[in-house]
């Protein structure tokens, strides 16, 4: 047989490899949502209001009132790479802010449009500036603007044409993915206020007004059933403390809700959501699907926020630790008020 030539080594150009890892980043609308949502509270914004138009694809535009953009800073603000959050390795350490990696925005201009509309304080006007592939594409333009900052995605994966085929399927939709998000920023940042909205509905479907009751924020994202069926839940122990609110016996729905915070950051950490699960099933045989909102804290040095791409796991040091810990003050706290109500039943 005649020996078949390896095949040959190319370098990619640097668009495709762009556009690759943008694929990444911004896996879906949501994706995108949650990206901007996270730069808007690293702005210290107190006002955070979404649209969308099409399930994100043909507009996701979220604007805030935070301490906004520098004139000087556009022209590299869609590169990658560029931040304002991180200038070291080691600083990932010890980060607070949700952005670390100057990724997001770049990302966007790699897989949609890109319009930034921004101003700082003390200024009289803001500025406009639109993006592609990492680049402004004119000088910015002068506008009339509001405190804040407005970003707007246009023609998401215009460039991905499998991708967008894929969410174009109406079972794809991302809109429901978006409330949702939206819903667990707003009850954990209840010095915020959140809105999110279809492009041109009057209403929106998640509102949420600045407050300081975690509680009086959840009543008004979820709902009176869910908040009038909550117990308060507190852990302080070596190297964490958690809070938060979980449902009783009262509450019956067909599916888990776990919203789970790590020093600030939204995200999914399998392991104790079964484990919380396995002892709602345990404890509460008919009521076994529960509500969870929990905020743990330890210190930054043990979790590593930069396992994905996404950034929605992280890596706890001392996990099975904390599990435990979780998993026996929520079997304690069902187990007393299942026996307050089988008492209060009785008599
Ligand atoms: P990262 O958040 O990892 O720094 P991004 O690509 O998300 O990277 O954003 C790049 C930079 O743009 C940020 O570091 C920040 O300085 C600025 N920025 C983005 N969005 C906003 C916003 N809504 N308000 C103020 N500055 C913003
Ligand atoms: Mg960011």
Redesign the pocket.
């Known amino acids: 047989a005649i020996p078949k030539e390896p095949p040959k080594i190319k370098r990619l150009e640097e668009s495709v490899v762009n556009r690759i890892a943008a694929g990444e980043v911004i896996q879906r609308p949501v994706s995108a949502v949650k ?2 949502i ?3 509270l ?2 210290n ?1 107190t006002s955070i209001s979404v649209v969308v138009k099409d399930s994100g694809l043909k507009l996701i535009q ?1 604007s ?1 009132d ?4 520098r004139y000087e ?1 556009l022209p590299i ?2 590169e990658r790479h ?5 200038s070291k390795f080691e600083d990932l350490q010890t980060i607070s ?12 201009t790699y897989v949609g449009h890109v319009t ?1 509309t ?1 101003i700082t304080d003390g200024q009289l006007y803001g500025y406009r500036a639109t993006y592609r592939d990492g680049l402004m594409v004119d000088e910015p333009k002068p506008c009339a603007a509001v405190k ?4 707007m995605i246009e023609n998401l994966f215009y460039n991905m044409a499998a991708r967008r085929k894929t969410l174009e399927n109406s079972s794809a939709d991302d809109y429901p993915k978006i409330v949702d998000l939206i819903s667990r920023f707003a009850i954990h940042h209840i010095n915020v206020s959140f809105s999110c909205r279809k492009h041109g509905a009057g209403r929106a479907d998640v509102y949420s007004l600045a407050t300081c009751s975690r509680i009086d924020s959840i009543r008004s994202v979820y709902g009176v059933s869910v908040a009038r069926n909550l117990m308060k839940i507190e852990v302080s122990d070596t190297g964490f403390k958690m809070d938060g609110f979980i449902s009783d016996s009262n509450y019956i729905a067909k599916k888990i809700t776990m919203v789970l915070f790590i020093n600030d950051r939204l995200v999914d950490c399998s392991a104790l959501k079964r484990a919380i699960e396995i002892v709602y099933t345990a404890t509460l045989p008919k009521a076994s699907k529960p509500f969870i909102y929990m905020s743990i804290v330890l210190p930054p040095q043990h979790v590593d926020v930069n396992v994905h791409p996404t950034k929605r796991e992280v890596s706890l040091m001392n996990q099975e630790f904390i599990i435990e810990k979780i998993q026996s003050v929520v079997e304690s706290k069902l187990r007393s008020s299942n026996e307050s109500r089988r008492f209060q039943e009785q008599t």
């Not at 949700?98 to 990724?103: A, I, K, S």
């Open positions: 990206e901007l996270e730069n808007s690293d702005a914004s979220v805030d935070g301490h906004g953009i800073d603000l869609c560029t931040t304002s959050k991180l802010s949700m952005g670390f990696r100057g990724e997001a925005l770049a990302s966007m930034v921004t804040g900052t407005q970003i």
